[in-house]
Each structure stands twice: as C-alpha cells, then as structure tokens.
C-alpha cells in the first residue's frame, strides 16, 4: 500500500513556475513508476509526465515538453514536478500517481495510487 501526498500548488501569474512535490509513504517507493496528471473542470484527467522508478527515463504531454520538468528522489520518497512558463491553460488540479510494475504509462488506469490533488490556477 502507497499512500501519496501532493503539495506546492498555489496561484501564480502567467509566465511563473511553480514546483509540485509528492510525497509517499511505504518502503518499496523506489520500485514504482511515478506520473503526474491534470484535471480541469468539465475535462477529462489528463496525462502530463512520468518518470521510470530509476528516474533514468521521463515521458511529457506535448502541451508541457520543454515547459515541465519530473525528477524523483527515491532516498526522500518523493516526486516532483518543476513547472516553468505556466500558462492559463495549465490551470488545473494535479495529481500523483503511482504505478507498481511495468513502464511509463499514459493512461490513469494503469496506476495503482493516487493522491488527493493539488490545486494549480494561472492567471492572465
């Protein structure tokens, strides 16, 4: 059992970053894929970025490459995601999640933990 925290999400002005942390409970953290996914209001969850559980290999949304930055520190049991050059668009509830087994993956059913969500508002 995983239990995920996230924090670090706040208001910020367009073109602002913004850096979102994970942290998680359990010894095994290192043995899990861990992904970031967003949700704004009336959308589906969207994938934004996973990392492999060596942290040597990262996936990004297309909307966030080059913008979004995840890292793990497997000693510290956390994940995080570095946003930079927010926009009003990434405006949304984001989420860590936790995958036991298996690859980077795209989809929220393929992870087996989720935390409550933090939530992220750009403004114009």
């Known amino acids: 059992q995983v239990q995920l925290v996230e924090s670090g999400g706040g208001l910020v002005q367009a073109g602002g970053s913004l850096r979102l942390s994970c942290a998680a409970s359990?010894?095994?953290?290192?043995?899990?894929?861990m992904g970031w996914f967003r949700q704004a209001p009336g959308k589906e969850r969207e994938f934004v970025a996973a990392?492999?559980?060596?942290?040597?290999?990262?996936s990004y949304a297309d909307s966030v490459k080059g913008r979004f930055t995840i890292s793990r520190d497997n000693a510290k049991n956390t994940n995080y995601l570095q946003m930079n050059s927010l926009k009003p668009e990434d405006t949304a509830v984001y989420y860590c999640?936790?995958?036991?087994?298996?690859?980077?993956?795209?989809?929220?059913?393929?992870?087996?933990?989720w935390g409550q969500g933090t939530q992220v508002t750009v403004s114009s």
């Open positions: 359990g010894r095994t953290f290192s043995s899990y894929v």
């Open positions: 990392i492999s559980w060596t942290g040597g290999s990262t």
């Open positions: 999640a936790a995958r036991k087994g298996g690859g980077l993956a795209y989809f929220p059913q393929l992870y087996d933990y």
